[in-house]
């Protein structure tokens, strides 16, 4: 691909639940080339206001390139007025994608808190080519924050829910879940996203557990290419962008707070 | 076609657009290569001495129009750059201004005398005013040590050398005098303004540094007030940049004076700001009938 900047047009745009949406738009040359765990650099309007191009994991990738979304501040709330036909101005695919695990991985085990939920999706579309146990473990804080998940489940993927008010699933956390699945450190591999407290849990669980895994990680962007060296985080190897060297990263590696 | 080209000391560029340092990083992740070539030069991130790290996250944060950030010139030092990034850079085939720091005048010595030894280099960029350093002063805050260092630097460059001064002084024309007087072959500016922000409920800085330096269409106005002050204090011609959008922006800064002009952090948001700067600049020229950039440069009317 010549340029990674190019405006593609809505196809849909649709409130799953009381919080999230999911937008659709048409970039056949982007579909071609996105891999689990990369993200789209959208920018929410045409002006100055907000500034910065807003970063979303891709969801899927089958006839459109979808995000999942929440609308919580003035760029995803612009997003949100978004309607079938409207530009959307896109840089993207960014970022290294999730490793894929090796053969001798039997079951993998996706955490997520929230909208973390959305690189999952594509994930499980890849995943379920192969003879894999296919769970997820997903902590949404209230109802507003569950829906119905029907893709993963025609995906054959075992969903469990927790929220911190119990209105749906399991009352807790996302933690809570652990021990409906049974990890073993030989043969399961992990995957989390959401807020950094849920994944230091995640992560702590995982290596006190000896279990192998990556987490998707966020912070704040401007550039989203490597190039403004603003979105860094530490690893045990230093300082390493999000955009560019993640937002993959290794649990054993990352150093999350 | 208008004629575009410009000087910088004895080099000749063949337009005045190029990009702010630190806002580019490596051009192949841009564009095409291809596009890079159009631009009259371009300028990677400010490289030190030795390797550094840079500061502790969050570096940056968004502003109405802008952001603020402190990198804190996370660079992997010269040697590495020489070795491996130079070559890259130089295969775009587009000429490089090479924008570096010393923490004291003797650090500049000797990246300067490094660099010597290479070739394919247009220009070379005193950064004399990072903020987020922790130093007390910077080094554009002093016009006589602003002197002093640029006397040291020029005696020894092969390159034409570039002094880029903060807009964190109280009289920015003092120190392009000193600048000049110290041999420089252009001054450019600006950079960031020192700026912070608050988290109202933790009650902390936003910024892992603390402060940062707020850049992006915010500053243009002071920018642009920066150049024309800069303009009718100096002969040597003035980089300009500061917010610069859209090319309606751009020819602000060559109106009030500025020979070459630089996004910067636009290119965040409009990867293609800088290209589409040109392609504005020439079309302004070919509408009002202007046959030679320089004729623009520095005509504001009274
Ligand atoms: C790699 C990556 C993938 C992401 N994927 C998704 C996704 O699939 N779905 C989704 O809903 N959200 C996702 N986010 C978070 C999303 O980018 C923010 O929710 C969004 O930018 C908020 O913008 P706003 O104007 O609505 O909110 P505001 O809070 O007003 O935004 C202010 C500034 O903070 C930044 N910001 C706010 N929250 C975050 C955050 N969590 N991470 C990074 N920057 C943030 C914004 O980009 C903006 O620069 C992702 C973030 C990253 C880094
Ligand atoms: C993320 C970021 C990193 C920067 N890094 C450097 C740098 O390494 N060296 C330098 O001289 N200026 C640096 N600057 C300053 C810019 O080169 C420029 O002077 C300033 O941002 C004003 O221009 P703008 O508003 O168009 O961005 C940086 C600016 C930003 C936003
Ligand atoms: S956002 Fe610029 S380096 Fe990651």
């Known amino acids: ?62 006839r459109y390139v979808e995000i999942f979304y929440e609308a919580k501040g003035p760029g995803t709330r612009l997003l949100a007025a978004k309607t079938k036909g409207d530009p959307l101005d896109v840089l993207g695919p960014l970022g290294t994608p999730f490793v894929l695990p090796s053969l001798d991985i039997k079951q993998v085990v996706m955490i997520a808190g929230g909208i973390g939920v959305a690189p999952m999706l ?136 | 076609m208008p004629n575009l080209s410009i000087k910088i000391g004895n080099t000749t560029f063949k337009n005045p657009v190029t990009v702010a340092s630190g806002t580019f990083g490596h051009a192949e992740k841009y564009f095409n290569l291809e596009e890079v070539k159009k ?47 130079l070559p890259s850079f130089k295969k775009i085939g587009v000429p490089l201004i090479v924008s570096v720091l010393g923490h004291n005048p003797e650090q500049f010595v000797s990246i300067i005398e490094k660099l010597n030894s290479q070739d394919g280099i247009a220009a070379i960029e005193l950064n004399l005013s990072c903020p987020n350093l922790g130093h007390k002063t910077l080094m554009a805050q002093d016009a006589k040590a602003t002197e002093a260092l640029l006397k040291k630097v020029t005696s020894i460059s092969k390159f034409p050398v570039i002094a880029k001064l903060s807009p964190n002084v109280t ?30 409920r933790t009650r902390k800085s936003r910024i892992g540094n603390f402060t940062g330096g707020l850049s992006g269409p915010a500053i243009r106005p002071v920018a642009v007030a920066m150049v024309h002050k800069v303009y009718q204090a100096v002969k040597i011609p003035i980089i300009g940049m500061g917010g610069i959008a859209k090319a309606e922006d751009a020819l602000e800064f060559i109106i009030a004076g500025a020979t070459m002009v630089a996004t910067g952090t636009i290119n965040f948001v409009n990867p293609r700001a800088s290209l589409e700067v040109l392609e504005g600049i020439t079309a302004y020229m070919k509408e009002q009938k202007i046959s030679d950039i320089k004729d623009l440069i520095g005509c504001l009317q009274k």
């Open chain 1, 122 to 257: 594509i994930l499980s579309d890849i995943l379920k080519k192969r003879k894999l146990d296919l769970v997820l473990l997903y902590g949404g804080r209230t109802r507003a924050h569950v829906y119905p998940m029907k893709e993963f489940k025609d995906n054959g993927v075992k969903v469990h829910i927790a929220t911190d008010d119990g209105s749906v699933g399991v009352k807790g956390r996302v933690s809570d879940l652990f021990e409906k699945v049974k990890f073993n450190s030989h043969d399961t591999f992990i995957y989390t996203c959401g807020p950094n407290p849920m994944m230091k849990a995640v992560q702590d669980f995982a290596l006190k557990n000896n279990i192998k895994g990556q987490a998707a990680c966020e912070e704040i962007m401007a550039c989203g290419l490597g190039a403004c060296l603003g979105c860094s985080i530490l690893t045990k190897h230093g300082y390493k962008t999000v955009c560019h060297d993640g937002p993959a990263f290794d649990l054993d590696d990352v150093i999350l707070h």
């Open chain 1, 1 to 62: 691909m010549d340029q990674i900047q190019n405006t593609y047009k809505v196809i849909s745009n649709e409130k799953l639940c009381q919080q999230f949406w999911c937008l659709s738009f048409d970039a056949p040359d982007l579909l071609k080339e996105v891999k689990p765990g990369q993200f789209v650099h959208i920018r929410s309007n045409e002006g100055l206001e907000p500034f910065f191009r807003r970063p979303f994991s891709v969801y899927r990738a089958q």
């Open chain 2, 39 to 85: 631009l009259g030069a371009i300028v990677p991130k400010t490289v030190t001495l030795l390797p550094q790290v840079g500061n502790p996250p969050v570096r940056i944060w968004e502003t109405p129009s802008g952001m603020i950030n402190a990198i804190g010139i996370e660079n992997p030092g010269i040697d590495v750059f020489i070795e491996k990034k």
């Open chain 2, 171 to 200: 009289d920015i024309s003092e120190i392009a005098q000193g600048a000049e007087a110290g041999g420089a072959d252009a001054v450019s500016l600006i950079n960031t303004l020192t700026a912070m922000a608050i988290d109202i």
